[in-house]
Structure formats: structure tokens, C-alpha cells
């Protein structure tokens, strides 16, 4: 076979092998760390990072933090999803009800049959579990779209 048509045979295969999947770009992470204070006397927390999987997912490692003075509220954190149509989709919430000086770490895979635009997260302090004040965080674009 002459050089060049083995060289534009080998990057057909290529650009067709990737049009497939079979090569997968890296993830792409965004750090997030928000705190809010209970107007109780003690604040919440939610930290970790949101790494991009591809146009339709991503994977988060999330620290929910009830920190101290004890106020008997709870904490949770959440995130929103911006989609390829403008459409907001929200995940399940990852609490921590487990009192002052806590920390409860969680780890998901987040899918949508639409593509994720962008993500956001959400950090609350709760009432018997139930949200009573949020701050959310920044915008981090998916790369992958």
C-alpha cells in the first residue's frame, strides 16, 4: 500500500473509531466548596468536585459538613442541572443528619438522556430534613458540549 493511502486509510479509522466511542477524551473537574451559616449559631458545608464524563453525565465526590456550635439543624447538598434544551433537571438530595462536627461523603454517577450543559451545586441547612435555606455555587460548563 503507498504511503499516503495507508496514512489516510489510518486516519479514517481513526476519526471512525473515535465517532464511535472508542476513544474517550479525559474528564474534565471543577472543584466546589460552600458554606452557610444557620443563623443558629452553626453553619453547613459541601465540598468535593463534579468531573465531566461525557455530554450526558458526570460523576461528583461530595462532603456534606454539619459543622459546630451544635443548632439542631441538618445539612444537605444538591445539584442543578442546566440541559441542552434549557431545561433544569435536580439530583437527589446527599444529606447529613447525623449532628454537629459530622461529615458524610458521597460518590454518584449522574446521568441525563439529555445532554448536561452545565451543573451546579446546592448547599442547605435542613429542618428535620427538610430544606430551609440554600446558597448556590458557580456555573461549571460541561467541556464536552
Same mark, same amino acid.
Request: aromatic residues 10%; positive net charge; glycine residues 10%.
Given at each position: 500500500?503507498?504511503?499516503?493511502?495507508?496514512?489516510?486509510?489510518?486516519?479514517?479509522?481513526? &476519526?471512525?473509531?473515535?465517532?464511535?466511542?472508542?476513544?474517550?477524551?479525559?474528564?474534565?473537574?471543577?472543584?466546589?466548596?460552600?458554606?452557610?451559616?444557620?443563623?443558629?449559631?452553626g453553619s453547613v458545608q459541601g465540598s468535593g468536585t463534579i468531573d465531566f464524563l461525557g455530554?450526558?453525565?458526570?460523576?461528583?465526590?461530595?462532603?456534606?459538613?454539619?459543622?459546630?456550635?451544635?443548632?439542631?439543624?441538618?445539612?444537605?447538598?444538591?445539584?442543578?442541572?442546566?440541559?441542552?434544551?434549557?431545561?433544569? &433537571?435536580?439530583?437527589?438530595?446527599?444529606?447529613?443528619?447525623?449532628?454537629?462536627?459530622?461529615? =458524610? &461523603?458521597?460518590?454518584?454517577? %449522574?446521568? =441525563?438522556?439529555?445532554? %448536561?450543559? &452545565?451543573?451546579?451545586?446546592?448547599?442547605?441547612?435542613?429542618?428535620?430534613?427538610?430544606?430551609?435555606?440554600?446558597? %448556590?455555587?458557580?456555573?461549571?460548563?460541561?467541556?464536552?458540549?
Amino acid at each position: 500500500m503507498r504511503p499516503l493511502l495507508r496514512n489516510s486509510v489510518l486516519a479514517l479509522s481513526v &476519526s471512525l473509531m473515535t465517532a464511535l466511542g472508542f476513544f474517550v477524551a479525559p474528564a474534565s473537574a471543577a472543584a466546589f466548596n460552600l458554606t452557610l451559616a444557620t443563623g443558629f449559631g452553626g453553619s453547613v458545608q459541601g465540598s468535593g468536585t463534579i468531573d465531566f464524563l461525557g455530554k450526558f453525565r458526570f460523576n461528583h465526590s461530595t462532603q456534606v459538613k454539619d459543622l459546630c456550635p451544635a443548632d439542631g439543624k441538618g445539612a444537605l447538598v444538591y445539584f442543578v442541572l442546566t440541559l441542552g434544551d434549557g431545561d433544569q &433537571s435536580f439530583t437527589t438530595e446527599y444529606k447529613n443528619l447525623q449532628g454537629c462536627g459530622t461529615t =458524610r &461523603s458521597f460518590n454518584a454517577e %449522574i446521568e =441525563r438522556n439529555r445532554r %448536561i450543559m &452545565s451543573v451546579r451545586a446546592v448547599v442547605c441547612y435542613t429542618e428535620n430534613g427538610n430544606s430551609q435555606q440554600c446558597t %448556590i455555587g458557580a456555573v461549571h460548563t460541561n467541556p464536552f458540549n
